[in-house]
C-alpha cells in the first residue's frame, strides 16, 4: 500500500517489558505510543500483562491511551525486580490482534521474545521491522556469574543476526549509533539512525519542586546533590557516593539525594551510615515518575556518574527540570549536557581518578551559587531539543522513508 506524505501510519510496537515496572525502557516504549497517537497515529502496543489486579498506569508521557494487547506473561525470578514480567513465548489472542490490525511498520523495543514475535509479524505483512537499541546488554553480565563472559559472547553474536534482519536499528544516543555502525559495517540495510527518547518538556518544567530537606532533617542552607536511577552496580552508584564522600570534606554544606530502587539499595544504606556520610544521604527509595522528578527539580545539582547508558535519559529530565548537571563523560552524556553551559561534563580517563574528578566538580559547583544560576537558566532555556514532539517526527520520518524504498 503506498503512503502518502500527510496520511496515519498504522503502527504495532512491541515491548519486553511495560508499565506499571518503571525503567528507562517502559518510559521510552509509553512516551512512543503516546506520542505517535497524539500525531494522528494509528497504534497497538503489544505488550506482557500486568499480574493480576494492577494497571499499567502512566509514567507521565503525553498523549491518548494506547491500544494494547496484552501477551500472557510471567514475573523474571531474581535476580530480576519485582513486578518485572516478560511475555510466554506462546501463541495468543494479543498475536492475532496484530494480525488484524495490519500494521503497516512493526516496531521492536527488544531483540528477544517479543523481538522475534515483532520479526515474524513483519515478515508475514511485508512491513518493515524497526527495532530501538535500549539496553547495552553487555553491561549486564556481572547478573550472570560465572558464564559472564561466555554469555556477553552469545549475546552479542545474537544482537548483530538480530540487528541484520531489521530494515532500521535506532540507537537513542550517537556512540551507541557509531557502535552498531562499525559491527554492521557498510551496507544498505539496516539504517542506523540516531533518535532519542522525547520527553515532556512543559510537563516537567511546570512541575513544583519538592524541597527534601524538611522531610531528611537538613538545613535550609544545605547544598543538595541529587541522583536519579536503579541502584544497580552497572549504574556506579557506589563511586558517586565514594565521590561525595570524598566532597563532603571540601564542603560541609552538601547533602546526597538518591531516588530509585535496586539491588544496591541495602549496601548503599549500609555505607550511608558510616561516621563519614551519617545524615548526609538521603535514600528516597522507588518513586512515581514524576514525583522522582519534582524531587530532582528541588535540588541544587544533579550527579551522574554511570557508564553503561544508550541514552542517560535522566540528563534529560534534569536539564528539563532547570537542575545543572555534573558528569563522567560516557555514552550518551554529550548528547545531552553541553559542557560548561547547562553543566559540566568530566573525562573518564584514566578511570581510577574518576572519583576524584567527580567530588572536586561537585565542590566547585556547589560553592558558586552565581554559576549555579546561570547553568539552571540556559538548561530550562535549551530543554526544548528535547522535546518529545521533535523526537516523534524523526520517527515517523524514519518509517516513512522505510516505506517508501518498499514501493
Known sequence: MRITPEGSLRVAIFAESYLPYLSGVTVSTEALARGLAAAGHEVLLVAPRPASGREPGSAGAPGPDPRMAWLPSFQVPGPAPAGYRVPWPIPSAALREVADFRPQVVHAQSPFVSGLMARRVALRGGSPLVFTHHTRFGDYGHYLGPVAAPGRALVDRYLHSFWSGCAAVVAPGSELAAEIQARLGERPRPVVRVIPTGIDVAAIGALSPVDV??????PTDSVVVESLGRLAPEKSVDLLMGAFATALLGDPTLRLLLVGGG???????ERAQRADLRGHVHLAGSRPRLEALALTKGGDLFAFASQ?????????EAL?????????DGPGVRDSVRDGLDGVVIPAQPPADRQGRLAAAIVALAGDAKRRRLMASAASSGAGRFDIQGRIGEMVDLYRQLLAGRN
Open 263 to 269: 539491588p544496591s539499595m541495602a549496601s548503599l544504606r
Open 213 to 218: 530537606r524538611v522531610a531528611a532533617g537538613w
Open 308 to 316: 553503561t547508558e544508550t541514552q542517560g535519559l535522566v540528563l534529560a
Open 320 to 328: 528539563a527540570a532547570g537542575v545543572p548537571v555534573v558528569a563522567i
